[in-house]
């Protein structure tokens, strides 16, 4: 079975330039995380899907991220004007049900803002 | 609110050596669910183990156990034999029933010497 699928791996643009990731979870996982990991730190959450409805996107900065899942499936998470501080690894999981099992992360995307 | 704190930052051992990892949380609720993940080099999280609030028996996997008290709020590993394969940051993790969200602790990161 594939587990968690992430692209692009790299990523390296210029600061105020839009950026997008995507996610494939795995097949029938009905829950999906976005989380954020800056160096030597443990993931942040950014927002979570139950199906295509996002659920918990409290921490996350609308005024520059926007996310979306269509059909309950794939995922995308866009930053538009991206800034320096925005380097990090971005990190796709999904899970069966919600908190209750455990998460499968994919690979992740490391941006880098220059 | 819910929180998780993983106190060592960093431990290094000599192989064979047994090493403890611990992990205490923070919640108000009665039913949740704690996890813990190995981050190797590569950079993708792997899941190693669950447990729910209500499931305090103890668990071995191997070289892996893990001891869970409710009376302390700890959810500790140990490895056991360690190898130079073990080397890695690993996360607890706590997931509450109420609010469904998967929180990380900052991560121990396990060096282990030939």
């Known amino acids: 079975e594939a587990g968690v699928v992430q692209s692009p791996r790299y990523k390296i643009i210029e600061k105020k330039q839009p950026v997008a990731f995507w996610c494939n979870p795995i097949?029938?996982?009905?829950?999906l995380y976005w989380y954020l990991q800056n160096l030597g730190q443990g993931p942040e959450l950014l927002i979570r899907?139950?199906?295509?409805?996002?659920?918990?996107d409290s921490q996350l900065p609308k005024d520059r991220f926007s996310a979306e899942r269509l059909k309950g499936v794939d995922s995308t998470l866009k930053i538009q004007p991206a800034e320096l501080g925005d380097s990090a690894v971005y990190l796709c999981?999904?899970?069966?049900?919600?908190?209750?099992?455990?998460?499968?992360f994919g690979q992740g995307t490391r941006l880098t803002v220059v | 609110a819910q929180k998780v704190t993983q106190a060592q930052t960093e431990i290094s051992v000599v192989e064979k050596e047994d090493v403890t990892l611990d992990c205490v949380y923070e919640?108000?609720?009665?039913?949740?669910?704690l996890f813990w993940y190995k981050q190797p080099p590569s950079g993708e999280l792997v899941f190693l183990i669950r447990?729910?609030?209500?499931?305090?028996q103890n668990e071995i996997s191997g070289r892996y156990s893990w001891n869970f008290q409710k009376s302390t709020s700890s959810f500790n590993f140990t490895i056991t034999a360690s190898q130079v394969v073990d080397s890695a940051v690993y996360f607890c993790?706590?997931?509450?029933?109420?609010?469904?969200?998967?929180?990380f602790g900052t991560g121990t990161r396990l060096q282990v010497f030939p």
């Open positions: 999981a999904s899970s069966l049900v919600g908190g209750e099992t455990e998460a499968f």
């Open positions: 993790a706590l997931s509450e029933k109420s609010t469904d969200k998967l929180i």
């Open positions: 097949s029938g996982h009905n829950t």
């Open positions: 919640t108000r609720d009665t039913t949740y669910y």
């Open positions: 899907y139950e199906n295509e409805e996002a659920v918990d």
């Open positions: 447990r729910n609030s209500f499931d305090e």
